[in-house]
Nanobody
Framework: QVQLVESGGGLVQPGGSLRLSCVAS????????MGWYRRPPGKQLELVAD???????NYADSVKGRFAISRDNAKNTVHLQMNSLKPEDTAVYSC?????????WGQGTQVTVSS
């Protein structure tokens, strides 16, 4: 059974930082592109960033220069370092794994940016 378990969400003030982590189990981790998506309140799901097994990354324009995605294939873990957070970054953030044949989602973790 595949599981993606996120951690690291919470409440932070504007300008602050958070680090999200996602631990995957039940899959061949290095065969998957790992990513983070978010759903802001009342808005559609959007890709935040993703990373290939080889380390190639892709970011949404809205987070470039502020967020950094990384992965540790030996620990089946993907991280999202979020700096200079803004109120508009408030959302449920979900970990995502995709390969040619399958896609999996984590349960999501809430990030709230507010003073």
């Amino acid at each position: 059974q595949v599981q993606l378990v996120e951690s690291g969400g919470g409440l932070v003030q504007p300008g602050g930082s958070l680090r999200l982590s996602c631990v995957a189990s039940g899959l061949f981790f290095d065969r998957y592109i790992m990513g983070w998506y978010r759903r802001p309140p009342g808005k559609q799901l959007e890709l935040v960033a993703d990373i290939t097994s080889g380390g190639s990354t892709n970011y949404a324009d809205s987070v470039k220069g502020r967020f950094a995605i990384s992965r540790d294939n030996a620990k089946n873990t993907v991280h999202l370092q979020m700096n200079s957070l803004k109120p508009e970054d408030t959302a449920v953030y979900s970990c995502h794994a995709r390969s040619v044949l399958s896609t999996f989602w984590g349960q999501g973790t809430q990030v709230t940016v507010s003073s």
